[in-house]
Structures are given as structure tokens and as C-alpha cells.
């Protein structure tokens, strides 16, 4: 069995006085595929965020492929990272956002082709090449020279996912994705998605509403409330036949609010 | 009194000295105003409090003071500590300084309005700060804010008569001194008036043009 891609190990997190998080611990295995679900505020989202290290933790430790995320080891002392480790940590992940996030400014392959030649010194050429490789498999190919504001919500998506994997990340993260778009719309996102996790063996970390997705995507489901993971176990055991009562109360609602699972 | 037009011609060389030391004053004055506002909003963004603070109240103290008693300040005050600057340099730096503090909002309002998703996303793709704010945020912000510093530089060419209390040869004060040594007023005053109203004019139809360009954004 080989070693864990993250592990989180006992992190606590608040804003203000709320306690989002509180002593949350999981682990990760390459190449799974993780479906977080819950209801809102219940902390999901802010640990992907903090994996991003979008959010800093107020307690606990992670560690990415056995390096810790936050902190670095100076002599004896385990002190908080700098910038330069984050930069070299935020190499290994990568984010897709619920309101997308595209660079506005920027046509549809500079969106995609700007980090890498930013951040890895990737030339034009080579950058643009892989750009257009990536926007063939999310279907944008022929929307290269757009700008984002003439793409659909779905088509946005799209080129964010590209956008995301021109870094080749070992993690990618997925937040509410799905959630800004029309429900005409959602479907193209998450064929993109399937298609992603049956082809690659990147490990996946995905927030959804969409539970007939998350059961069909994922490998293992958690089920978040307040800051804690109350119940977690394969797609099947979680949706058909889950053991807590929260669990049981909050896939009631759902499915009550029009959702499939 | 009546309008001569031979005093006009006799005198119109002189007064183009004016214009011309005038739109230079703007345009050094505007440029060093476009810096200082970007210096000054970027400082007041620093996560050191004391830096942001004291930047932040020096702007509030520029901004809350006359312009005619900082050139005043700069010109014939600072000499007694041992900088002593030509008139015009005095005056693009009071220029530049005074409406600095007020492009500063703009350039504040500017970067407040890129969402924050926009740095969230540079973050995601791993880029440095530098690197957020040139490729990301900068280009965002700038254009939409082009047509209100535009109409500060605008507002700037319009008190550049102020720099004529610093001994600064410019358009009103070229007229002034004509006035003085021929005892006419009437043509060069009213030339003054004329050229900034030619000059204002033709920036009002370029600020026009501006904000058609640049003032809305695409999202």
C-alpha cells in the first residue's frame, strides 16, 4: 500500500468565532477520486481553500506527498512556510472555481498558456501547443481567440479545467463547479470531468450538490457537518444505505429539493 | 478700450512660450500624479500598519491643504533646508504631489474592483505577487479608471495659473507680465481665457473618446 498523497492531521480553522473546522483529520490516496459533501457552512469548501492555500489554518498540520503544506523545518523547529515553499507546494494543486474565475482580459488559450510560460518558463510555442491540446479534450479547441466574455457558463468552466491542468497537477480541486451554471449547461462540465477521471490518475478532491454525479465519480464520499466528517464509505454504502442520522436527514433534503441521486 | 488686433499678433509669440510651459507643466505633472497615486495606493494596501497608516495620513494631509500653499512651501520654504528647485520642476512636483493624493482614490477604487476571485485564480495558477499584479490585476483595473484620472489631469491643466505665484512662465503669467509693462489687459487676459478654452475643449472630446474606449468592462 503506497503512502498517502495528503494528509490532514487534526486542523482547526475559524472565522471570526466561527469554528469551521475543528480538529478535521483525512487522508488521500493517489489517484482517488473524493466526493465531499454536506451542507453549507459545514467546512467542505474551506478545506479545499486551504489545501489552495487560499485560506491559512489556525491549528493541525497537512502534509502534501509527505512534505508539510505550512510549515517548513528550520534546524530543529518546525516554523511557519514562507512564500517560496507555498509556490513550490501550490505546484502540486490545482483549483477549478464555482464562479469560474477566468481572466477576463485575456483570450481563451493566453488563459490557459499564462501561467506556464509565467511560472515554469514554458516558451510560447510549447505552451500554446499544450494549450490547445488541453482545449481539444474539454471541446474548446475552436474558441481558442475568444475572450471569455463572448463563452457561456459551461464553456467558462471548460476553459478553467484547461486553464488548471496546463500546470499538470498531481491534485486537482473542484468547487461547486457546477453550481453557477444552468441546469442545461452542467451536463458539458461534468462529461469534461468523467472523462478526466476515467483518462488520468490525478488525484481529485470534488465539492458538489450534484449527488448522482459525486456517486458516479467518486471513489469514496465524506459527509461533512459542522467542521467534522460525521460518515464516510463508498458511493453505494453512503447514498443508499447511510448510517447516521444527519447523513440520512441531509440526503433527504436534497432529494426533496429536486436533486438525483 | 478697444480690441487691437496688431497688440494681439505683437504679442501672440509670447503667449505660446506660455502655452507650451503650461502643457508641459500638465503633461510632467500628470505623469508624476499617475506615479504617486499608484505609489501611494499600493503603500496604503501594505500589511505594515505603520506604513500604511502614515502613508495614508500624509495623503490626507496633501489632499486637505491648499495647492497654492504647497508650491508656496516647495518653492520658498524648502530652499531654507538646502533643496532649491527651478520653478517649474517646483511646480510639476507640487502639481504632481497634490493631485497624486487624489488619483490615489482612483487607482484604491480601481484595484477594490477586481473581484477577488481574480486573485484567488492567480494564486491557483501559482503566480508571484509581481506577476498578480502585472498580468493580472493592473490590467483589469487601469481601464476603467482612465476616463477619472483623466478628468484630474484635465482639472490640473486648469490651475496651472496657480504656478504663476512661483515665478513659473507660464500662459498667465506670460499675459501678466505683457499686461504689466503695456498697460493693456484686455487681449492678453482674454487670450489666456481663450486658449484654455480651446485646450480644455479638445480634452473634453478626448475624454469622450476615452471613456467610450476604455470605461466600461467587459466581465
Excluded at chain 1, 44 to 58: A, G, P, Q, V
Excluded at chain 1, 159 to 188: G, H, N, Q, W, Y
Excluded at chain 2, 57 to 79: N, S
Amino acid at each position: 500500500m503506497s503512502a498517502p498523497i495528503i494528509e490532514i492531521d487534526g486542523i482547526t480553522k475559524s472565522f471570526g468565532s466561527f469554528k469551521v473546522l475543528d480538529g478535521l483529520s483525512m487522508k488521500v490516496m493517489p489517484g482517488e477520486k473524493l466526493a465531499l459533501i454536506g451542507p453549507s457552512g459545514s467546512g467542505k469548501t474551506t478545506i479545499l481553500r486551504i489545501l489552495m492555500t487560499l485560506e491559512r489554518i489556525d491549528g493541525g498540520h497537512i502534509h502534501v506527498e509527505g512534505e508539510q503544506l505550512y510549515h517548513v523545518t528550520r534546524g530543529d523547529d518546525l516554523v511557519p512556510a514562507d512564500e517560496r515553499h507555498l509556490a513550490k507546494m501550490r505546484q502540486k494543486i490545482g483549483m477549478v472555481f464555482q464562479l469560474f474565475n477566468l481572466f477576463p482580459h485575456k483570450s481563451v488559450i493566453d488563459n490557459v498558456t499564462l501561467a506556464p510560460m509565467l511560472t515554469k518558463g514554458v516558451a510560447r510555442a510549447a505552451a500554446e501547443k499544450r494549450a490547445m491540446e488541453l482545449l481539444d479534450m474539454v471541446g474548446m479547441a475552436d474558441k481558442a481567440k475568444s475572450m471569455p466574455s463572448q463563452l457561456s457558463g459551461g464553456q467558462k468552466q471548460r476553459v478553467a479545467i484547461a486553464r488548471a491542468l496546463a500546470l499538470s497537477p498531481k491534485i486537482m480541486l473542484f468547487d461547486e463547479v457546477t453550481s453557477a451554471l444552468d441546469p442545461e449547461l452542467v451536463e458539458e462540465v461534468l462529461n469534461v470531468m468523467r472523462r478526466l477521471a476515467e483518462e488520468t490518475d490525478m488525484t481529485m478532491l470534488l465539492v458538489t450538490h450534484e449527488m448522482g454525479f459525486a456517486h458516479d465519480f467518486a471513489d469514496r464520499v465524506l459527509f461533512f457537518d459542522r467542521g467534522r466528517i460525521v460518515e464516510e464509505g463508498k458511493p453505494d454504502d453512503i447514498f443508499r444505505h447511510p448510517k447516521q442520522e444527519r447523513t440520512q436527514t441531509f440526503l433527504r433534503k436534497i432529494i426533496a429539493a429536486g436533486h438525483r441521486v | 478700450m478697444e480690441w487691437d488686433w496688431n497688440f494681439v499678433w505683437q504679442i501672440m509669440p509670447t503667449m505660446l512660450q506660455g502655452v507650451k510651459i503650461t502643457i508641459i507643466a500638465t503633461l510632467l505633472g500628470s505623469a508624476l500624479a499617475a506615479v504617486i497615486g499608484l505609489v501611494i495606493a499600493l503603500l496604503r494596501r501594505s500589511p505594515n500598519r505603520i506604513v500604511s497608516r502614515s502613508v495614508g495620513f500624509a495623503a490626507e494631509f496633501i489632499r486637505g491643504t491648499p495647492l497654492l500653499v504647497q508650491l508656496y512651501f516647495i518653492f520658498y520654504v524648502l530652499p531654507d533646508i538646502g533643496i532649491l528647485l527651478s520653478p517649474l520642476v517646483a511646480g510639476v512636483i507640487g502639481l504632481g504631489l497634490h493631485y497624486g493624493t487624489y488619483t490615489a482614490e482612483v487607482y484604491r477604487a480601481g484595484i477594490d474592483n477586481v473581484p477577488r476571485g481574480q486573485w484567488e485564480a492567480a494564486k491557483a495558477c501559482n503566480l508571484g505577487p509581481t506577476q498578480t499584479w502585472t498580468h493580472i490585476i493592473m490590467p483589469q483595473a487601469i481601464p476603467p479608471m482612465i476616463p477619472a484620472l483623466a478628468n484630474y489631469f484635465i482639472a490640473m491643466f486648469k490651475e496651472t495659473p496657480l504656478l504663476s505665484a512661483i515665478t513659473v512662465l507660464e500662459l498667465m503669467n506670460q499675459a501678466k507680465s505683457i499686461a504689466n509693462s503695456n498697460y493693456r489687459y484686455i487681449e492678453p487676459i482674454t487670450l489666456v481665457g481663450a486658449f484654455f478654452l480651446v485646450i480644455s475643449l479638445c480634452s473634453v472630446f478626448l475624454l469622450r473618446w476615452l471613456e467610450r474606449r476604455y470605461g466600461r468592462i467587459e466581465s
